[in-house]
T-cell receptor
């Protein structure tokens, strides 16, 4: 099955700086890559996703890039704000697969 | 309001005492799933269901049972809970045929402690 790894496990950034979280996946058949954000004490929520026919996708201050050859994808957060402090989970799944494999999560801390 | 509702939100129980965590969604989603979240281990899938009467094992199904008799409900059953099942549990649902075709909507979570 799919194995997803996230690095680094914890990331501290100064408010206003950029944060980048990288995930690697093992199954070359994976074609859907979502990112979920979990604030302290809350449920995970989808913030952005990308499919393998696209190399990059942006939504305001967040973007996701995909490198299929290297089998990794990254979340980019620009102009970080305190409300960006959370745990971020990446995930991957092949099309037609009914299971979404999550990484272990990255704790992002934005320092005011 | 579209939502996934789990009950109970918090539960402390003892080893061996059967318990059920209920999950209900009002979005007419076909796909439902249970995850457990443990520190340093992320979200691990326990069971999932593609539709009524269709269930399948995830990555960590041991010690759990599920059923899907109605589209909206997907209860998680711990027949004989053990301390290693102490965890934060999330139910989630998605439209269409699975998590790679639609957003996963999570419930608020159920924190279970087994003594």
């Amino acid at each position: 099955g799919e194995n997803v790894e996230q690095h680094p496990s914890t990331l501290s950034v100064q408010e206003g700086d950029s944060a980048v979280i990288k995930c690697t996946y093992s199954d070359s058949a994976s074609n859907y890559f979502p990112w979920y954000k979990q604030e302290l004490g809350k449920r995970p929520q989808l913030i952005i996703d990308i499919r393998s026919n696209v190399g990059e996708k942006k939504d305001q201050r967040i973007a996701v890039t995909l490198n299929k050859t290297a089998k990794h994808f990254s979340l980019h957060i620009t102009e970080t704000q305190p409300e960006d402090s959370a745990v971020y989970f990446c995930a991957a799944t092949p099309y037609g697969n009914n299971r979404l494999a999550f990484g272990k999560g990255n704790q992002v801390v934005v320092i005011p | 309001e579209a939502q996934v509702t789990q009950n109970p939100r918090y539960l402390i129980t003892v080893t061996g005492k059967k318990l059920t965590v209920t999950c209900s969604q009002n979005m007419n989603h076909e796909y439902m799933s249970w995850y457990r979240q443990d520190p340093g281990l992320g979200l691990r899938q326990i069971y999932y269901s593609m539709n009524v009467e269709v269930t399948d094992k995830g990555d960590v199904p041991e010690g759990y049972k599920v059923s899907r008799k109605e589209k909206r409900n997907f209860p998680l059953i711990l027949e004989s809970p053990s301390p290693n099942q102490t965890s934060l549990y999330f139910c989630a649902s998605s439209s269409r045929t699975g998590p790679n075709t639609g957003e996963l909507f999570f419930g608020e979570g159920s924190r279970l402690t087994v003594l």
